[in-house]
């Protein structure tokens, strides 16, 4: 009794917890140095602005669509000029008479999207100022990619600011930019985290061999690099929605077999499987398809996923201390059963969250 109050309260707690989920803004920079000619285009993920302005509803039918959002263009490039500021030799440049467009992205979401030119600027007097949606997720974050190589960054709640430079990123700067970007990436996804936490529980409770462990990791991490390069080089982008549903789902199914003792189920396959599809949740959280030349490119797409497969290794090493120590202890199956029912009961709000239920 004791143990299925525990799981009703942990299950009801749960109600309140996110995966991050993908809403991630994109700021292109071209600057032609011959003309000094600077353009900027800025897209807004919608969904966020959807759940600052639910108003825009206007049939209450719990969908905003492009109707909707034009309807209301005006609030929300107020609230979007609002927070992020670009400046030159110390002087606001304006963004007001900005050419403004709801359109549909590449990778199947909705943008509102800024652009802008501007002439007679010089790229190592551009500074930008972001601050965008931080109210609302404190893992937000700019993706930036400046023409000509000179720069790819990520713009987030702990760096607001960015001063550009007419001289080239480095290939080593730009591997340490996006290995950085994959390891908190990592660090950030409760879902992905919940999901590598129910492929160690197996080991665990039928106190398997750590090569076993190894084997499994490695399947895993194989399958998600392989969506992740199909992905990145453009050769094919799933529908976001769909994904991250189906990342939900498949945190329900490995808990619902180790919950009914299944262990044997999570095997190579359907490991491998589940695998190929968070491939391309990683894909998706970073765009560096925007990456023109095929070496910027590589080492971009490269960095990022050596920066996942780092964030994986601590956290599993960060794992495997506690459970390590319930191997042998008397109330094993009891901790796994309320490990494994919490971990349903999130991925099954986040699900429905993902789908558009609740």
Not at 109 to 124: A, E
Not at 223 to 248: D, K, M, R, W
Not at 252 to 273: E, P
């Amino acid at each position: 009794m004791l143990l299925l109050k525990q799981i009703l309260l942990l299950s009801i707690l749960s109600l309140s917890l996110y995966a991050h989920e993908l809403k991630e803004n994109y700021l292109q920079v071209d600057y032609n140095q011959t003309t000094d000619t600077l353009n900027i285009n800025l897209e807004v993920e919608t969904r966020l602005l959807e759940e600052k302005y639910p108003f825009m509803d206007e049939n209450k039918n719990e969908i905003i669509s492009h109707k909707e959002l034009r309807n209301h263009q005006t609030t929300l490039s107020k609230y979007v000029m609002k927070h992020i500021s670009f400046y030159s030799n110390g002087e606001k440049l304006p963004l007001e008479d900005a050419n403004i467009s709801i359109t549909r992205g590449d990778n199947f979401q909705t943008y509102m999207q800024i652009n802008k030119s501007y002439q007679g600027i010089s790229l190592d007097d551009l500074k930008v100022k972001y601050d965008m949606f931080f109210e609302l997720e404190d893992t937000h974050k700019l993706l930036v990619h400046i023409n000509e190589n000179k720069g790819d960054l990520v713009l987030s709640k702990h760096l607001q600011h960015y001063t550009f430079s007419s001289s080239a990123m480095s290939q080593f700067e730009r591997l340490r930019v996006f290995v950085k970007e994959g390891i908190v990436h990592i660090l950030d996804g409760l879902d992905h985290l919940l999901f590598i936490l129910m492929l160690l529980i197996p080991v665990i409770a039928l106190k398997g061999s750590y090569l076993h462990l190894l084997k499994i990791i490695t399947v895993f991490a194989l399958a998600h690099s392989i969506t992740l390069f199909i992905s990145g080089f453009g050769l094919y982008t799933p529908n976001i929605a769909f994904v991250e549903s189906f990342i939900a789902l498949s945190i329900f199914v490995v808990a619902s077999l180790n919950y009914f003792k299944l262990y044997s189920h999570v095997n190579y396959k359907i490991v491998f499987f589940f695998g190929l599809m968070h491939g391309f949740g990683f894909a998706n959280v970073l765009t560096v398809g925007q990456v023109s030349d095929t070496t910027s490119f590589l080492v971009a797409l490269f960095g990022f996923n050596i920066g996942v497969e780092l964030g994986q290794i601590f956290m599993i090493l960060v794992y495997m201390v506690p459970l390590y120590f319930i191997r042998d202890y008397k109330y094993k199956e009891q901790i796994i059963k309320v490990l494994t029912s919490l971990t349903a009961v999130v991925s099954v709000v986040w699900f429905l969250q993902r789908v558009g239920l609740i």
